[in-house]
């Protein structure tokens, strides 16, 4: 069981969008559509921003969104804030009742 | 409101066993509709899935730490516990317990993901 791939970083200016991608493979991201994504704020508990690969929480802005193609699921932000400023992790269940998290991207608004 | 709350020793020695209990709040572990679940994540570093429990009991855990790992629950106090054996620097993380939908076709459950977090215990080896 390794780890989802995901770019180190990202970064984008205010207003702009950035897309984070979560790759791994027919085992997990492209075999199910459990695949969520985590914010994390520095010393903060991470936070569900997507589950089942689109579907946003109440709360969380309409500025993300998720999806998937093949193997690799991704997050967009789109009208990048400062409060977007953060590390972003996927998850995907593994089978077999497992589940992974991705590396973490941190995303910079310049 | 849903509140999860680690407790546990924050510093362990080397090849002892480490013991942490998460206590639920606003919810009840009997309900069915969830997994609870042990995260961790050593400084700087990504997250680790370590396993889960369910109402019932079934666990299932991270095949890498599958050997050392045992996840309990305790209804009656509506909590759940892990205990991590042969302790090493390695280990050394916070540690987070999480909350985790169940695929029971309700559209109020968020399925496969951890949608409730308690803030993160520290644990320390050495």
């Known amino acids: 069981q390794s780890a989802l791939t995901q770019p180190p970083s990202a970064s984008g200016s205010p207003g702009q969008s950035v897309t984070i991608s979560c790759t791994g493979t027919?085992?997990?991201?492209?075999?199910?559509?459990?695949v969520s994504w985590y914010q994390q704020h520095p010393g903060k508990v991470p936070k569900l921003m997507i589950y089942?690969?689109?579907k946003r929480p109440s709360g969380v802005p309409d500025r993300f969104s998720g999806s998937k193609s093949g193997n690799t699921a991704s997050l967009a932000v789109s009208g990048l804030q400062a409060e977007d400023e953060a590390v972003y992790y996927c998850?995907?269940?593994?089978?077999?009742?497992?589940?992974?998290f991705g590396t973490g991207t941190k995303v910079t608004v310049l | 409101q849903v509140q999860l709350q680690e407790s546990g020793p924050g510093l362990v020695k080397p090849s002892q066993t480490l013991s942490l209990t998460c206590t639920v709040s606003?919810?009840?572990?009997?309900?069915?509709?969830?997994?609870w679940t042990w995260i961790r994540q050593p400084a700087g570093e990504g997250l680790e899935w370590i396993g889960r429990?369910?109402?019932?009991?079934?666990?299932n855990y991270n095949p890498s730490l599958k050997s050392r790992v045992t996840i309990s629950v305790d209804t009656s106090k509506n909590q759940f516990s892990l205990k991590l054996s042969s302790m090493t620097a390695a280990d050394t993380a916070v540690y987070y317990c999480?909350?985790?939908?169940?695929?029971?076709?309700?559209?109020?459950?968020?399925?496969?993901?951890?949608?409730?977090w308690g803030q993160g215990t520290m644990v320390t080896v050495s």
């Open positions: 999480a909350r985790q939908g169940k695929d029971i076709g309700a559209a109020d459950i968020r399925a496969g993901a951890f949608d409730i």
């Open positions: 606003g919810d009840s572990i009997s309900s069915g509709s969830y997994y």
């Open positions: 429990i369910s109402n019932s009991g079934n666990t």
């Open positions: 027919s085992s997990d991201v492209g075999g199910y559509n459990y």
């Open positions: 089942e690969v689109s």
């Open positions: 998850s995907s269940y593994a089978g077999s009742k497992t589940y992974v």
